[in-house]
């Protein structure tokens, strides 16, 4: 019912910038939950950043300050902004999408993208 694809990924320099965007089609609205998550060779999934229906955000430790998560509703499109990039940053990155939080904290959401590839070299 929902389809998501992400956007924007590529290979940087340490300390410079992307903007990861995913766009979704089918059945969306604005009350949806968004996420994104990444995935290194040898690592589990991590959960960077996520943004509830009401706008409230929440960030892995390690990105802080660094990272933005942002949505634009009329557009059924999520993005992430991220900044100061670091070679430990390198991985898959995906975005999620669900009507529950929870479904989103513990890393089960209902729907996924195909994700972007993003490598930061030193």
């Known amino acids: 019912q929902v389809q998501l694809q992400e956007s924007g990924g590529g290979s940087v320099q340490a300390g410079g910038s992307l903007r990861l965007s995913c766009a979704a089609s089918?059945?969306?609205?604005?009350?949806?939950?968004w996420g994104w998550f990444r995935q290194a060779p040898g690592k589990e999934r991590e959960r960077v950043a996520l943004?509830?229906?009401?706008?409230?955000?929440s960030y892995a430790s390690s990105v802080k300050g660094r990272f933005t998560v942002s949505q634009d509703n009329a557009k059924n499109t999520l993005y992430l902004q991220m900044n100061t990039l670091k070679p430990e940053d390198t991985a898959m990155y995906y975005c999620?999408?669900?009507?529950?939080?929870?479904?989103?904290?513990?890393?089960?959401?209902?729907?996924w993208g195909q994700g972007t590839q993003v490598t930061v070299s030193s």
């Open positions: 089918g059945y969306t609205y604005s009350g949806y939950c």
């Open positions: 943004i509830g229906s009401d706008g409230g955000t």
């Open positions: 999620a999408a669900d009507r529950l939080p929870a479904r989103l904290i513990i890393g089960r959401p209902s729907y």
